[in-house]
């Protein structure tokens, strides 16, 4: 059999399949991508009009680093391979412990100078991650890999039930309660007749003390809009679409399996009354993204050397995504590639400081829609990148896919997140567990230490907050268990050769 001239990798598609497929990418990151600055513009207090700019810039900045990403700039700067780049949550923590400290524009100026500065010191430890490399045999990989799924299945859950945090929180507060201790904040400090508060409790006139600073009702009644019939039903009807298209359909209809199922369930949810167009009918239809448009950065060492740190882990992580496509793809990567995706992790995150955005990396949810669909080809991030960017300038554009319910992209969340599972179990069967038992040992003891910050997510908070960018990622947590554990085993005798081995074994697994 002879090898094609040109990998699947680097294979130009028609425009518009190439279309299409860079739309379906676009659908399976945006939630994610607008989440961050949502999150960051409330915390720093914004107005409105202040954060419907983040959200552009935003999404701008997502399709510009992208095309960095994917299509490459000069052999420094691009991994090549079909990568979506996005906002990196490892970055919300500090962002908003930033805003609370300093709110309104002012925090807006620190949060962007550390970010620009972080960018350019990532840039530059680019190469030093890159090194690591022979630190990530099959045995780790598969297991970060796996990892990395697992995880994501929350996002994945929570789409279809509902978020666990906000309005569609399992449960809410009571409204009797709620109404009382309303009426206790009103009356701080005055004295109340017997019965007022508690039915006759008290014999006497009382004093309402002032109210501890901080406090708050904790929900005990389930919320009615929470793990909804229908919302689950559209979900369902999602995934059976996508399963029923990749089983039934044939070439390019299969291939954007997932992007229908999302259109059959956006459309039921439109005739449900369930999904609104209210936000494109207001939004404008054109609108150029600028830098420095929200707040002019100021540069803070201590703040600097935080968003450093955040991105060393993020690369780290983004180790982990690059492998997971080096094995999906077939396509192995050395560590001059490795180090110039990397350092696109760190222009990107300087880009972003710039454009009054945030820090870039890697989005993991797309690797999963590269294992369901079998399309290798990074020219469908490219489309992506550039669909990204006009979403950013056209603000019509990006109302209409923000208008999509999140339940309606649960469906394909379970699918694609569980495929990067898969993938990682795939790689975990190629390891010799039979002549090594020790390689049980990093496996079992990884996954469950990288499950920590699911189950007990405030296991972390009595440990320094300095070292919490470190640990609150299960991702994280279960490379460092895996990357130790292998060394302790089996020693540091790996290679690059092996660390993409997987990838050779398993080029034609799609």
């Given at each position: 059999m002879t090898t094609p001239a040109v990998h699947p990798v680097d294979e130009k598609l028609p425009t518009g399949r190439l279309t299409a497929l860079g739309l379906q990418h676009v659908l399976v990151m945006y939630a994610g991508a607008v989440a961050v600055p949502l999150i960051v513009g409330r915390a720093l207090r914004l107005t409105p009009e202040q954060v419907t700019m983040l959200i552009q810039a935003d999404l701008f900045c997502c399709g510009l680093v992208t095309l960095i990403q994917a299509f490459g700039a000069t052999r420094q700067f691009g991994i090549r391979l079909p990568v979506m780049m996005g906002v990196t949550f490892a970055s919300v923590a500090p962002m908003v412990a930033m805003?609370?400290?300093?709110?309104?524009?002012?925090?807006?100026?620190?949060?962007?100078?550390?970010?620009i500065g972080a960018g350019i010191v990532s840039m530059l430890l680019a190469p030093v991650v890159s090194r690591m490399l022979r630190f990530f045999p099959p045995v780790v990989t598969g297991t970060i890999i796996a990892v990395i799924g697992i995880s994501l299945m929350r996002v994945g859950i929570n789409w279809v039930f509902g978020n666990p945090f906000g309005p569609t929180a399992p449960q809410?507060?009571?409204?009797?309660?709620?109404?009382?201790?309303?009426?206790?904040?009103?009356?701080?400090?005055?004295?109340?007749?017997?019965?007022?508060?508690?039915?006759?409790?008290?014999?006497?006139?009382?004093?309402?003390p002032?109210?501890?600073?901080?406090?708050?009702?904790?929900?005990?009644?389930?919320?009615?809009k929470y793990a909804q019939l229908t919302h689950m039903g559209i979900a369902a009807i999602s995934l059976v679409s996508i399963m029923l298209i990749a089983k039934y359909a044939r070439g390019f209809v299969a291939n954007i399996s997932v992007l229908l199922g999302i259109i059959i369930?956006?459309?039921?949810?439109?005739?449900?009354?369930?999904?609104?167009?209210?936000?494109?009918?207001?939004?404008?239809?054109?609108?150029?993204?600028?830098?420095?448009?929200?707040?002019?950065?100021?540069f803070d060492p201590v703040l600097i050397l935080t968003m450093s740190?955040?991105?060393?882990?993020?690369?780290?992580?983004?180790?982990?995504?690059?492998?997971?496509?080096?094995?999906?793809?077939?396509?192995?990567?050395?560590?001059?590639?490795?180090?110039?995706g990397l350092r696109v992790d760190g222009l990107g995150t300087l880009i972003g400081g710039i454009f009054n955005t945030f820090p870039y990396t890697s989005f993991s949810q797309n690797v999963g829609l590269?294992?369901?669909?079998?399309?290798?080809?990074?020219?469908?991030?490219?489309?992506?990148?550039?669909?990204?960017?006009?979403?950013?300038?056209?603000?019509?554009?990006?109302?209409?896919?923000?208008?999509?319910?999140?339940?309606?992209?649960?469906?394909?969340?379970?699918?694609?997140?569980?495929?990067?599972?898969?993938?990682?179990?795939?790689?975990?069967?190629?390891?010799?567990?039979?002549?090594?038992?020790?390689?049980?040992?990093?496996?079992?003891?990884?996954?469950?230490?990288?499950?920590?910050?699911?189950?007990?997510?405030?296991?972390?908070?009595?440990?320094?907050?300095?070292?919490?960018?470190?640990?609150?990622?299960?991702?994280?947590?279960?490379?460092?268990?895996?990357?130790?554990?292998?060394?302790?085993?089996?020693?540091?005798?790996?290679?690059?050769?092996?660390?993409?081995?997987?990838?050779?074994?398993?080029?034609?697994?799609?």
């Open positions: 805003a609370n400290a300093s709110p309104n524009v002012e925090g807006a100026g620190l949060i962007f100078g550390s970010i809410v507060v009571d409204p009797a309660h709620a109404q009382w201790l309303a009426t206790v904040k009103s009356l701080g400090g005055a004295a109340v007749a017997p019965g007022a508060i508690a039915s006759g409790a008290a014999s006497a006139p009382a004093l309402v002032p109210l501890p600073q901080g406090l708050a009702l904790v929900g005990t009644v389930p919320n009615p369930a956006a459309v039921i949810a439109t005739s449900m009354g369930l999904m609104s167009f209210e936000k494109v009918a207001k939004a404008n239809w054109f609108d150029l993204v600028l830098p420095f448009e929200i707040a002019t950065p100021t740190l955040v991105m060393i882990v993020v690369m780290i992580e983004s180790t982990g995504m690059f492998l997971a496509l080096s094995e999906m793809t077939g396509k192995p990567i050395n560590q001059r590639q490795l180090s110039a590269v294992g369901v669909t079998g399309v290798k080809s990074r020219y469908v991030c490219v489309a992506a990148g550039v669909i990204l960017m006009l979403l950013g300038m056209f603000p019509k554009m990006a109302a209409l896919v923000e208008s999509l319910p999140t339940f309606v992209l649960g469906g394909a969340g379970l699918v694609m997140f569980g495929m990067v599972a898969a993938t990682g179990i795939r790689i975990l069967a190629a390891v010799d567990f039979k002549t090594n038992r020790n390689n049980l040992f990093i496996v079992a003891v990884s996954i469950g230490v990288g499950m920590i910050p699911l189950v007990a997510p405030r296991y972390l908070q009595w440990l320094p907050h300095a070292i919490h960018p470190l640990i609150e990622s299960g991702i994280l947590l279960a490379s460092m268990s895996a990357v130790g554990l292998n060394l302790f085993f089996n020693g540091g005798k790996g290679d690059v050769a092996a660390s993409v081995e997987a990838s050779r074994s398993f080029s034609g697994g799609h």
